[in-house]
């Protein structure tokens, strides 16, 4: 008898634990979705409202890494002008850590820029989730990857040069 009692509970708990795990994941979901449609629809302050007021977002240019308020001020003149930038989710993979209030995700993007991949972190303060860390970037296809290079070189050379002169 106490081995079934065991039993129906370790299955209640675990049933439990997926649907709050299952649940987490579809407000993770929601809110990334939510996030980049307020972009394609020019919805500055909902956009950046679910950014944590400390976020950081990395772009796709070597030379951008912003704090929320660089990226506020990056982004306004877009929005301004009706329409920001389109991403739609093709892929997306989530975790959360042990606690359930710290999660990430990878996803492939269908965007104006083709496939782009997205990775972020989200935390959950007063019960709502933020995103506190985002990472853009394109893909590029192996087989063009030299191409890619020859055109990049002149561009970020400079670049490299003056980082690795503060070192």
Same mark, same amino acid.
């Given at each position: 008898?106490? @081995? +079934?009692?065991f039993l129906g509970l370790l299955n209640f708990y675990s049933l439990s634990f997926f649907a709050q795990n299952e649940s987490q994941n579809n407000d993770v979901n929601q809110l990334v979705d939510l996030w980049h449609k307020a972009a394609s629809e020019a919805n500055f302050k909902q956009y950046f409202d679910v950014m944590a007021d400390d976020a950081i977002f990395i772009g796709t240019d070597a030379t951008e890494y #912003? /704090?929320?308020? %660089? *990226?506020e001020n990056y982004? @306004?003149?877009h929005f301004d002008k009706g329409k920001? #930038?389109?991403f739609t989710a093709l892929e997306r993979h989530i +975790? *959360?850590?042990? =606690?359930? /209030? =710290?999660? #990430? *995700?990878?996803? &492939? &993007?269908? =965007?104006q820029m083709k496939i782009c991949r997205g990775s972020g972190v989200l935390v959950k303060t007063g019960g709502r989730w933020k995103i506190k860390h985002y990472v853009l970037s394109m893909t590029?296809? /192996? %087989? =063009?990857? @030299?191409?890619?290079i020859t055109i990049k070189s002149p561009i970020e050379q400079p670049i490299i040069t003056r980082l690795r002169s503060k070192s």
């Open positions: 008898m106490k @081995k +079934y009692i #912003w /704090n929320k308020q %660089e *990226f982004a @306004k003149p920001a #930038w389109s +975790y *959360f850590d042990s =606690t359930g /209030n =710290t999660a #990430w *995700f990878d996803e &492939l &993007l269908d =965007t590029i296809p /192996n %087989e =063009t990857s @030299k191409s890619v």
